[in-house]
């Protein structure tokens, strides 16, 4: 059974941090590129960050660029965003993917930024 688990999400201040953990099983994961993805209230879901599977090469929305992170633990099946100096704007709920020769996604977690 293929499982992908978001966790880290929560309250937190403008200008602090979060990171985000997404534990995958039921597929082999260092075979998967792996994503974030978010989406706001009454908007699309957009890329955030994603990490390719041996280059370990990273790319980012503009809007994360400087701010996020994102890694990945082979060893863990886990993938992490670390997410500094956030922004009211970044309040959504943030998901997982996993895109290999299947695609698949988490139930997501929750990131609210506000005062």
């Known amino acids: 059974q293929v499982q992908l688990v978001e966790s880290g999400g929560g309250l937190v201040q403008p200008g602090g941090s979060l990171r985000l953990s997404c534990e995958c099983s039921?597929?082999?994961?260092?075979?998967?590129?792996m994503s974030w993805f978010r989406q706001a209230p009454g908007k699309e879901r957009e890329l955030v960050a994603s990490?390719?599977?041996?280059?370990?090469?990273?790319n980012y929305a503009d809007s994360a660029k400087g701010r996020f992170t994102i890694s990945r633990d082979n060893t863990k099946n886990t993938v992490y965003l670390q997410m500094n100096n956030l922004k009211p704007e970044d309040t959504a709920v943030y998901y997982c993917?996993?895109?290999?020769?299947?695609?698949?996604w988490g139930q997501g977690t929750q990131v609210t930024v506000s005062s």
């Open positions: 993917r996993a895109q290999g020769p299947y695609e698949y």
């Open positions: 039921g597929f082999t994961f260092s075979r998967y590129a």
């Open positions: 990490i390719r599977i041996i280059s370990r090469n990273t």
